[in-house]
């Protein structure tokens, strides 16, 4: 069983700043595809980034990309979203999960693709 804790989102103004933290129990995290995916209310869950288990290789979003980073500690087992020049419309509550198996550009995109789920974590960017 792996659990999946999300921290660090809060309300922020335009232009701002978080990181978002998501600490995974369990040995398999270092074998771990993890992903970042966020809801705005009314809509459906959408990809935002996604990282392999090394940490080599990284997928974005079109939106974020050059904007948000993503990132992982394997010796901590947790992965990081650093989100840099925050706009409104990145309001929304931000979700990591775990994919065990290979990935591609196409694979990490897609909700089914996951097995574990946080809680979430709201993120507020007022304009």
């Known amino acids: 069983q792996v659990q999946l804790v999300e921290s660090g989102g809060g309300l922020v103004q335009a232009g701002g700043s978080l990181r978002l933290s998501c600490a995974a129990s369990?040995?398999?995290?270092?074998?771990?595809?993890m992903g970042w995916f966020r809801q705005a209310p009314g809509k459906e869950r959408e990809f935002v980034a996604a990282?392999?288990?090394?940490?080599?290789?990284?997928y974005y979003e079109d939106s974020v990309k050059g904007r948000f980073t993503i990132s992982r500690d394997n010796a901590k087992n947790t992965v990081y979203l650093q989100m840099n020049s925050l706009k409104p419309e990145d309001t929304a509550v931000y979700f990591c999960?775990?994919?065990?198996?290979?990935?591609?550009?196409?694979?990490?995109?897609?909700?089914?693709?996951?097995?574990?789920w946080g809680q979430g974590t709201q993120v507020t960017v007022s304009s």
């Open positions: 990282i392999s288990s090394s940490g080599s290789i990284t």
């Open positions: 369990g040995r398999t995290f270092s074998m771990s595809v």
């Open positions: 999960a775990r994919r065990m198996g290979v990935m591609s550009a196409t694979i990490v995109r897609a909700t089914a693709s996951y097995d574990y």
